[in-house]
């Protein structure tokens, strides 16, 4: 059992089209990651999301915080091409250590 | 300018032989890591070096050792390779202060025949 459950695994879906990540947890945690992972690359950070109920905007991604703390949620609007890849929640837990989600693959069709 | 660089990209060696994987950071950061990802992509941390002082020491098999000589570097020795040893073996480096946002390398993908 993963502690934090990432949904869906897999999407594929047209450009233009919008969608949601979800990241759920039992968990409380101090903050919450998302990363975006090319292939062949490493994960690369997108955002910190520290405070219950914080939302960040990054562009066409906005990210939000749960009230409690132990879930998020990843919403990407317009799609493009461009934001093909794997997406990665991560929790972070005490002494800095990062549990991740095992990952939704994006694929975004022209 | 690369801020996470580990070498090598890639390693294909055979059982039971003995590897190393090297990584280093530029970015001034006191906290280093090793993750593994599987073949289904889950990223799950190995260790974690702060200043040289391991403080993360996940249920990892005995045959991985990490090294830290110094806080821009953290080497990952692994003995007696098995086959459940493939797989992408990733360092990571973040400053203490900033909750853990952690910037990783390109990773080594570890093949053992």
């Known amino acids: 059992t993963q502690l934090l459950e990432q949904s869906p695994q897999f999407l594929s879906i047209q450009e233009g089209e919008n969608l949601t990540v979800y990241c759920n947890s039992s968990s409380v945690f101090s903050s919450l990651q998302w990363y975006r992972q090319e292939p062949g690359e490493g994960p690369v950070l997108l955002v910190t999301?520290?405070?219950?109920?914080e939302v960040k905007k990054l562009k066409r991604l906005t990210f939000q915080f749960g009230d409690a703390r132990k879930d998020s949620s990843l919403h990407i609007t317009a799609a493009q091409p461009g934001d093909t890849g794997l997406y990665l929640c991560a929790g972070v837990l005490g002494g800095n250590k990062l549990v991740f989600g095992a990952g939704t693959i994006l694929r975004v069709k022209s | 300018d690369t801020a996470v660089s580990q070498t090598p990209k890639y390693l294909v060696t055979q059982m039971g032989n003995d590897k190393s994987i090297k990584c280093e950071q530029n970015?001034?950061?006191?906290?280093m890591y090793w993750y593994k990802q599987d073949s289904k992509k889950f990223l799950k941390i190995m260790f974690s070096?702060?200043?040289?002082?391991?403080?993360i020491n996940e249920t990892v098999p005995n045959r991985f050792s990490p090294k830290s000589p110094d806080k821009a570097h953290l080497n990952l020795h692994i003995n007696s390779l098995e086959l459940g040893d493939s797989a992408v073996y990733f360092c990571?480096?973040?400053?203490?202060?900033?909750?853990?946002?952690?910037?990783f390398g390109q990773g080594t993908r570890l093949t053992v025949v």
């Open positions: 970015l001034g950061h006191d906290t």
């Open positions: 070096y702060n200043n040289k002082e391991l403080i």
């Open positions: 990571a480096s973040s400053q203490a202060t900033r909750a853990a946002e952690a910037f």
């Open positions: 999301v520290v405070t219950g109920g």
